[in-house]
């Protein structure tokens, strides 16, 4: 009798410290993970894809780029305007977000939004060198438009 009371007692001991110690450790994860860089890097080869294509969306909202990305290119412009809205609140630091949605407005005729949207890009774009030749290049066909 008395040692089962002693394992009962022991049972309780070792769930709390299971527990203490997964607490613990989703502490210590949580910590690791950080805000998503958009900045390309040589180590993980983002710069490699984004040079071959500046569209390959990387981070949390990539589904739903990817989606707005199908949308207009099938020529829904009001999905894939809704669609990436949803993406830039998600992910507001994105600069190929900003492009698509600048590309969105000159397709509209809303030359002088385009142009802030692909300044707004700019501003995001760090050393992307292709995207920042993407915006330029937009802003020059909405100049050429106005």
């Not at 210590?28 to 040079?51: F, H, K, M, T, W």
């Not at 993406?87 to 492009?99: F, K, Q, S, T």
């Not at 700019?122 to 937009?138: C, E, F, I, V, Y």
Request: net charge positive; charged share 25%.
């Amino acid at each position: 009798m008395i040692v089962l009371r002693e394992e009962r007692q022991r049972g309780p001991q070792n769930w709390r410290s299971a527990l203490g110690i997964l607490l613990m450790a989703l502490v210590l994860l949580q910590g690791c993970a950080g805000r998503p860089s958009y900045e390309p890097s040589i180590d993980s080869g983002v710069q490699e894809r984004a040079e071959v294509d500046p569209f390959a969306g990387e981070g949390p909202a990539a589904s739903l780029y990817l989606q707005s990305r199908q949308a207009l290119e099938a020529g829904d412009s009001q999905r894939a305007e809704m669609i990436l809205e949803r993406a830039l609140r998600i992910e507001p630091a994105n600069p190929l977000y900003w492009h698509t949605k600048a590309r969105l407005r000159f397709q509209q005729g809303d030359y002088p939004q385009a142009i802030e949207l692909c300044r707004k890009s700019n501003s995001l774009t760090g050393s992307n060198r292709r995207l920042r030749a993407k915006n330029d290049h937009l802003i020059e066909q909405a100049r050429e438009q106005m």
